[in-house]
């Protein structure tokens, strides 16, 4: 599976923006798509999934300002962020892993990865 992300910007405190995951090269269907983010100086560190039956799962530092959700027909998994926070601004990247729910939070359970799209927010 091959991952393309997309979507990445400047955007204010308090916008939005959407990222783009597209597939290729496999059944993305049936695999969870996952969300990950790295600020300069920071570990990696993970954002939230979507299963391939459709489960998401967020990290509490963006429940509630951020929506995953995927086009099975498009192979292409998005990742909605409203509310901006000058601590979102990262490199995030797309990973999709055949890993069972409760190893969805660890990167190194994903063997496919996106190049990453760069988010900046402006406070």
């Known amino acids: 599976v091959q991952l393309q992300a997309s979507g990445g910007g400047l955007a204010q405190a308090g916008g939005s923006l959407r990222l783009s995951c597209a597939a290729s090269?496999?059944?993305?269907?049936?695999?969870?798509a996952g969300w990950f983010r790295q600020a300069p100086g920071k570990d990696r560190e993970f954002v939230g999934a979507?299963?391939?039956?459709?489960?998401?799962v967020y990290a509490d530092s963006v429940k509630g300002r951020f929506t995953i959700s995927r086009d099975k027909a498009k192979k292409t998994a998005y990742l909605q962020m409203n509310n901006l926070k000058f601590e979102d601004t990262a490199v995030y990247y797309c990973?999709?892993?055949?890993?069972?729910?409760?190893?969805?939070?660890?990167?190194?359970?994903?063997?496919?990865w996106g190049q990453g799209t760069q988010v900046t927010v402006s406070s």
């Open positions: 090269g496999g059944t993305f269907s049936n695999y969870n």
């Open positions: 979507i299963t391939w039956s459709g489960s998401t």
């Open positions: 990973a999709a892993s055949r890993i069972v729910l409760s190893g969805i939070r660890d990167g190194s359970n994903y063997g496919y």
